[in-house]
């Protein structure tokens, strides 16, 4: 059974950094590709960014530059690395596997960037 456990998140301020953790259990994180989510209130869930079994990484443009997708694959882990976080970043955050063209989620980490 894959399960998804994602961690990391919390209070920041504007300018501030988190990492978020994605434990992956059940499914093999480098052998498939993963990806963050985030949606803010009122709005779609909306994609962040992606790794690939290959390791190849994309990220939206309202990331780019300040986030980062990796993964420890002794640790079956998924990581994204926020830096120069504003308050636009504020959502939750959703790790997802695609495997065979099926979709898990994990259940979610708040981020909130306030002053």
């Known amino acids: 059974q894959v399960q998804l456990v994602e961690s990391g998140g919390g209070l920041v301020q504007p300018g501030g950094s988190l990492r978020l953790s994605c434990a992956a259990s059940?499914?093999?994180?480098?052998?498939?590709?993963m990806a963050w989510y985030r949606q803010a209130p009122g709005k779609f869930r909306e994609w962040v960014a992606d790794?690939?079994?290959?390791?190849?990484?994309n990220s939206a443009d309202s990331v780019k530059g300040r986030f980062t997708i990796s993964r420890d694959n002794a640790k079956n882990t998924v990581y994204l690395q926020m830096n120069s976080l504003r308050p636009e970043d504020t959502a939750v955050y959703y790790c997802?596997?695609?495997?065979?063209?099926?979709?898990?989620w994990g259940q979610g980490t708040q981020v909130t960037v306030s002053s």
């Open positions: 997802k596997a695609t495997r065979f063209l099926r979709e898990y």
């Open positions: 790794i690939t079994s290959g390791g190849t990484t």
């Open positions: 059940g499914i093999i994180v480098s052998a498939n590709t």
